[in-house]
């Protein structure tokens, strides 16, 4: 019995490589991040992009996630935004979406999407609210 369930288990992890490998994606968190059902990706403003996100957080432009940490040399800088996204990695799984964003403020105080003017923004999204709360007490 354990040998046929070694089999299957096999089985199981092949295919998935498999579908990874074809779909063209590195990783299985860049597939379910550009693959995400729970984002409308023809949008025209922040409020309906995030459709299965109810907690979305803006960070504001003199936040800690702009900030330059640390600048490595040949491997790049780090940025606060890059520490806010390995503690997610960390503490919060899957439950999170995380993108950078060129908004324009519009006469009724929505963030329109705007490819030529604007401002680039950190939005985090989350679909939990314990989530969305303890990343509030550690980054906010």
């Known amino acids: ?15 998935a490589e498999r579908k990874l490998e074809k779909s063209g994606y590195g990783t299985w968190r860049i597939y379910k ?7 409308c990706v023809y949008a025209n403003d922040v ?15 003199n936040h800690y996630a702009y ?7 040949p491997f790049g800088d780090i ?5 806010m996204t390995m503690w997610c990695e960390d503490k919060i ?8 964003h060129r908004v324009w403020p519009n006469y009724e105080g ?19 609210e314990k989530d969305f709360t303890h990343f509030l007490l550690r980054w906010a």
């Open 67 to 73: 900030q330059l940490i640390c600048d490595s040399g």
């Open 93 to 100: 799984r899957w439950n999170y979406r995380i993108d950078i």
């Open 47 to 61: 409020n309906t992009f995030y459709t299965g996100y109810p907690y979305v957080y803006a960070i504001n432009y």
């Open 33 to 39: 991040h550009n693959r995400d059902k729970d984002v």
């Open 1 to 15: 019995m354990k040998f046929i369930n070694r089999i299957r288990a096999f089985v199981r992890k092949y295919k």
């Open 79 to 83: 940025y606060g935004y890059d520490e």
């Open 110 to 128: 929505k963030m329109m999407f705007n490819d030529i003017g604007g401002s680039d923004i950190v939005y985090f999204a989350f679909k939990n």
